[in-house]
């Protein structure tokens, strides 16, 4: 890394108020750090105040810093079966590399290793010229990418969190991962001492993974008619019915055709259309609009209906009761930017290509290879290729921590 | 309130515990004569334990059904066998089952206080169709209900709200009953259990049992290895066909193949034959990870490979056949089919 960024970063931890450094019960934690310029990891660290955390930062300035989601007895002990795990927060991580959006192919780009093949956007899971899997990645963000992230996780906060699972916003923090999404720590006495199992099911809950609708009041009466739930149940039986709605009153012939697979079952739902919505609003709700609509074809109705509700999120992330986890409050070495603490209040309004950028003086001379169209603060730039550019502080740490970049002085 | 038959009928209670406490008995103690029927009662319900049946309520005498318990356990765990333990908690499971599924709601809120800290709450909730006898916390629910193959317990298919999952009575009888087969399996597993002397003077009757394990015991688990490729489960077939191919595999990848072959009884000579036609293959490199993986070298700990939920996050599974729906796990997965291929073919020698 650059004697520029590595002394960016020093300065950031030396000037850094300690209060920003608290998290819950430090001095359980396991602490993690790569120092600037290295690639390994150093690990099976332990502070117990925040004050020798910053310290230690600032003589050992990393490029990352971790902590652990999990609580130890001791947390410093370099035997995973010595540290006595006491718990872990449950974490979700939303990023936009998870989410295959349509501005990827504007700003990623991805090579096969064992062929060279190029292409742009949403990287495919196997190489299409020869088949393997070894594909590297080069990505950006952009506001898009970050908004649908942000989406995500207000998502994951106000239709699950809060309602199915009685989180309250006390425990929930989150923060701007640093770089492409962010993370969301659930810190409850309740859920700390849950299983990878135990954790697996609530992800999959997020996600809808093995979700059968048949489980949340889908079913055939005697009379061989459909009923579904009702849009005032809690829980998997509402969001249903919810979704159902929104999904029939704003969908087209074509698509609706090509999810019950008959042309005529579509045209009868079409033609009973408003009878259907008013029969699902009533109290109580009637699903006799999908008179003459198999359960089969109702399932999948509903199955295409909630696609939207589902959360994307990094389930491995979230199963892991172990996982070494961005510190919050710190810089993220890939991008310069802060992994800044938000609150939910202020989520809405945080944009994290200004509000985490902590690199504001003067600017900077850098030679750029190769880039997006990029913005910074309030400085938007791109996309480039071989020039030379005097930027602000922030956007020039940006591209040399993406390594699209290099010093000129 | 628990009453004295209640303890009878849910001996793993805390409650059961303090009144098994308050005769101040000691393993010695039992022997003497005034004991013999809480003897013979312990003897009993391991006896049904290892033949596979659940030892019926005696509430004649309260007092011995719940003395009794205890000292089962105790030979249980003495015996020392794997499967003897899995039987007996089998057992004792679908005996507490039977119970609390007629059980006043009442007690069977008690019954998960007292047993399992669980905050199990009666309710009559009612939503779209459904009607709920209980509610109890996520947290509660996930201790067991991961342990459940089938689909109408994973947490995405029950009614959440509130944080607390609802259940119809038989399904809260069910994960109680579960739990209690967990506690009894787990408790196998801690340190001083295993250490656990059975007192001289009972060692009598335990070599009665050790005799019955004898008899019972159908089929040796250690029997020597033959590799069954019929038995082999779809996604490490597809990996291994994708290892033929030269194909080079994701970390995961192969870590589930190296540790399903080793754990099924391959060589490290044999396993490292599966990998010499990739690309990439460095033999020394992938010696040293295959005996790592083994358990022959390094920390000495033989892996298995991941269970299937993990596999279809990783992304490796790929889809299964009629076989995988009844199991967990791509080694359990193996063993049944090579049981049953095995099977087949006696009977074909036979005929």
Redesign the interface.
Known sequence: MHKEVAKAFKEYYQTLDVNELVVKDLQEREIALIPIGHETMIRHMAFPETIALKEHLVENVPAHLYYSSAYYKEPQSPDMNKKGWKGADLIFDVDADHIPTPCKADHDTWTCL?CATKGAGFPP?ICPKC????IETTTWVCDRCLEVAKEEVFKLIDEYLI?????SLKDVEVCFSGHRGYHLHVQTE??K???T??R???A??VR?????PR???F?IMRDGSI????LR?????GRFAKSVYTYLSRCTFEELKVVVGSDDVANIIMRNKERLLRGIMANPPSWMGLRGVELGRTIRIAKAAVRDVLCNID??VT?DVKRLIRYPNTLHGKSGLKAAKVSYSDLESFDPLKDAVVFKSGSIKVYVKEAPRVRIGDYEVGPMKDVQLEVPEGLGIYLLCKGAAELRE | MLTIDDLAKYPFLRKASSFVESYGLTFQDLVNDEYYYVVQRAVERVKCGIRGRWAELNVVDPETEILSYPLALAFVYGLRQGWVVRRFANSEQKRCFELLKNEDKDKVAEVGKDGFDWDLEGTELM????LFDFSL???NY??V???FHS??W???????????VYLKQVEAARLLSEALKLKILRKAEEEYIKKFQMPERLLSKLEGLEKLVKEIKIYDEDAAVEIIEEAKPPCIVALLKDLADG????HMARFTVTTFLINTGESVENVLKYFSNV?DFDEGKARYQVEHIAGLIGSKTKYVPPKC?VLR?F?LCIGGDAYCKKVRHPLQYYKMRAREIKRKKGWEKGA
Not at chain 1, 163 to 167: C, I, N, Y
Not at chain 1, 208 to 212: A, S, T, Y
Not at chain 1, 233 to 237: E, F, I, L, P, V
């Open positions: 064992d899971e088949s393997m899997k070894r309602p199915d699972f009685g989180v309740d859920l001492m849950l299983t199992d135990g697996r099911e609530i999959d809950y809808g993974v093995g979700l059968d489980h949340q009041g079913r009923t579904g739930p009702d149940d809690g829980g998997w039986r389930e491995r199963i | 939503v779209s169709g459904a916390p996520v947290e996930l201790e209900a991961p342990s689909p109408d994973k947490l995405v298919n029950r009614h959440v709200t509130g944080g607390r194909k080079s595999l994701s690309a939920d996050s992304g």
